[in-house]
């Protein structure tokens, strides 16, 4: 089997495949960029295995007149940059030592023991310059082809080696595997039994999985599980998924959206739990706000945003287990398009101060409740 995509091809992954070759060591694509191309989804990432230490790696790549970054080269890894586009090198490991975050690496010079080392067998799949594909394990192609996201050998000895392996299993879930087969019974029943383990793991690394997790098209199979598993409540204290699914059917044609799906997935300060961005955690904020306020779409629009307005409305709807209504679109827009005809400059000198902000509360108040319809003459006339 060979991979399909022109990528492999570029000259920038040539360029650095055939570097540590012609330098005498193996070097293979793998992971990620294996998986999505025989899948025929996008490719980004290139990830590169080889047997060349860390440092043999770096004096190859300075010969080779490329740039150098010790991104983590402690564990393994370089990263190497050709024709702008960075390349990650990491030397073929096997794990000596663990405690469920960081684990202790011997380098090693058997792909087979690299692959063993890897989280899921769909992920332990390697690739030549000519793109031709290995699969050391025996299990990964065949797990890929029928979409079937198992765990590397024993689940709990995965999970053990680093606990955010929990998260990644439900985002790759979500991402790869077939819905109408389910999670993998034995890798599920694993991070139940080890879900204790995501208390040990930084906010920042599990935000990113669950911001990875939420932005799937359709997240809510896998956080249904997530919560039967016991993990949503340790990611996410209070979060209840029921929402989620009718959320996803409403969205139609809409972006999947991390913060939409998390407002309405809910919990005890999901900015603290997943480390939001201030940023994030206003968007957030504005959500739960227009919720609240509960006003017609177009008010809404107006008061807090199209984008927060919109939100609200799914959110409502789905939680009803509604359908959208008609022209709910449009109303949003007209919101958003809509302007206070009056401005202070209107009532001043003859009002300021207090009685100037309460004027203008009024008269919005006025124009709010005839649905944008009355002009500045009419809103101004008691003021003359």
């Not at 490991?93 to 975050?101: S, V």
């Not at 997790?213 to 409540?233: C, E, F, H, T, Y």
């Not at 409502?316 to 206070?340: D, K, N, P, V, Y």
């Amino acid at each position: 089997m060979k991979l399909r995509g022109d990528w492999v091809q570029a000259g920038h992954v040539q360029r650095v495949l055939r570097m540590l070759e012609a330098g005498g060591h193996q070097a293979y694509l793998v992971g990620g960029c294996v998986r999505n191309d025989l899948i025929g989804a996008p490719v980004s990432d290139m990830d590169i295995a080889t047997d060349a230490l860390p440092e043999r790696v770096i004096t190859l790549a300075q010969n080779a007149g490329l740039k150098v970054i010790p991104t983590g080269i402690e564990h393994g890894t370089v990263t190497v940059v050709a024709d702008h586009e960075p390349h990650e090198i990491t030397t073929f490991r096997r794990d000596i030592e663990t405690n469920g975050r960081h684990a202790t690496v011997a380098f090693s010079s058997d792909i087979a023991e690299d692959a063993a080392r890897r989280d899921f067998t769909m992920n332990a799949l390697y690739a030549r310059a000519d793109g031709s594909v290995l699969d050391p394990l025996g299990e990964g192609l065949d797990d890929l082809a029928a979409r079937r996201l198992r765990f590397v050998g024993a689940p709990e000895a995965r999970i053990q080696e680093d606990y955010l392996r929990i998260l990644r299993f439900f985002r790759f879930t979500a991402w790869y595997a077939d819905p109408a087969q389910g999670p993998d019974a034995e890798g599920l029943a694993a991070c139940a039994a080890n879900c204790a383990g995501i208390e040990t793991l930084s906010r920042e690394r599990v935000g990113h999985e669950m911001r990875k997790l939420l932005a799937a098209r359709d997240p809510a199979p896998a956080v249904a599980a997530m919560q039967a598993a016991g993990v949503l409540a340790r990611v996410l204290p209070g979060a209840e998924a029921r929402g989620l699914a009718p959320l996803v059917h409403l969205e139609a044609d809409l972006a999947p959206d991390f913060l939409r799906r998390l407002a309405i997935l809910g919990g005890i300060e999901p900015s603290e739990a997943l480390r939001l961005s201030k940023s994030e955690t206003r968007a957030l904020a504005q959500i739960h706000a227009a919720l609240e306020a509960g006003l017609p779409l177009a008010q809404s629009a107006y008061r807090f945003g199209p984008q927060a307005a919109r939100d609200a409305a799914l959110i409502l709807s789905a939680s009803l287990g509604q359908e959208m209504a008609a022209g709910w679109q449009a109303a949003i827009a007209r919101g958003a398009a809509a302007r206070l005809p009056v401005t202070a400059a209107d009532l001043m000198p003859a009002l300021s101060g207090p009685a100037l902000g309460g004027a203008l509360k009024e008269i919005e108040a006025r124009w709010l409740a005839s649905d944008f319809t009355l002009s500045r003459e009419a809103l101004l006339a008691r003021f003359s």
